[in-house]
T-cell receptor, first 112, second 109 residues
Framework: IAGITQAPTSQILAAGRRMTLRCTQDMRHNAMYWYRQDLGLGLRLIHYSNTAGTTGKGEVPDGYSVSRANTDDFPLTLASAVPSQTSVYFC???????????FGPGTRLTVL | AQRVTQPEKLLSVFKGAPVELKCNYSYSGSPELFWYVQYSRQRLQLLLRHISRESIKGFTADLNKGETSFHLKKPFAQEEDSAMYYCALRGGSQGNLIFGKGTKLSVKP
């Protein structure tokens, strides 16, 4: 792989189900991010990680959790999905907290 | 409060016309600003960052601290410029990017 990948590409999920969105980068970037994109609201930061082993909360963290066990992977988990979590989710990474984030292709999630 | 405002949700121009996508920011420190572009259903791509002072695909943006603006400009729009454009500010205690709500640019033939 080259760059940053996300899986799945899209998913329809029943409310109350648990879901993990995967994100992997092979650029050895230290910082990684999860954003959600909603029409009329732009992109909002959910969680971030400045380096492996650390995570932090963004603007809209409720209902989401993340882990950063290694440099390459930054999964986002919805413990119990709700319809308001219907969105397009973008993972991004940067070589440092001062770098410009490079975005993944996104995951389109629909919660019914 | 740190904030990025893109006042236009939609901007429609004809091919060959000049384009200006507006971005205003609110930030107490020394700002670092970016423009990202998103073509239909694709990933966001970095277009410009003000510290590099580059011109990409004919687009330029100048940071105006007096007016707290970072407007994106292109003298002659092309149909392939049709996309969603996001202005972003590096802010917050961790230096994360704060995005505006975006402007959809439509270039008509």
């Amino acid at each position: 792989i080259a760059g940053i990948t996300q899986a799945p590409t899209s998913q329809i999920l029943a409310a109350g189900r648990r879901m993990t969105l995967r994100c992997t980068q092979d650029m050895r970037h230290n910082a990684m991010y999860w954003y959600r994109q909603d029409l009329g609201l732009g992109l909002r930061l959910i969680h971030y990680s400045n380096t492996a082993g650390t995570t932090g909360k963004g603007e809209v963290p409720d209902g989401y959790s993340v882990s950063r066990a290694n440099t390459d992977d930054f999964p986002l988990t919805l413990a119990s999905a709700v319809p308001s979590q219907t969105s397009v989710y973008f993972c991004a990474s940067s070589d440092s907290t001062q770098g410009a984030p490079y975005f993944g292709p996104g995951t389109r999630l629909t919660v019914l | 409060a740190q904030r990025v405002t893109q006042p236009e949700k939609l901007l429609s121009v004809f091919k060959g016309a000049p384009v200006e996508l507006k971005c205003n920011y609110s930030y107490s420190g020394s700002p670092e600003l970016f423009w990202y572009v998103q073509y239909s259903r694709q990933r966001l791509q970095l277009l410009l960052r003000h510290i590099s002072r580059e011109s990409i695909k004919g687009f330029t943006a100048d940071l105006n601290k007096g007016e707290t603006s970072f407007h994106l400009k292109k003298p002659f729009a092309q149909e392939e410029d049709s996309a969603m454009y996001y202005c972003a500010l590096r802010g917050g205690s961790q230096g994360n990017l704060i995005f505006g709500k975006g402007t959809k640019l439509s270039v008509k033939p």
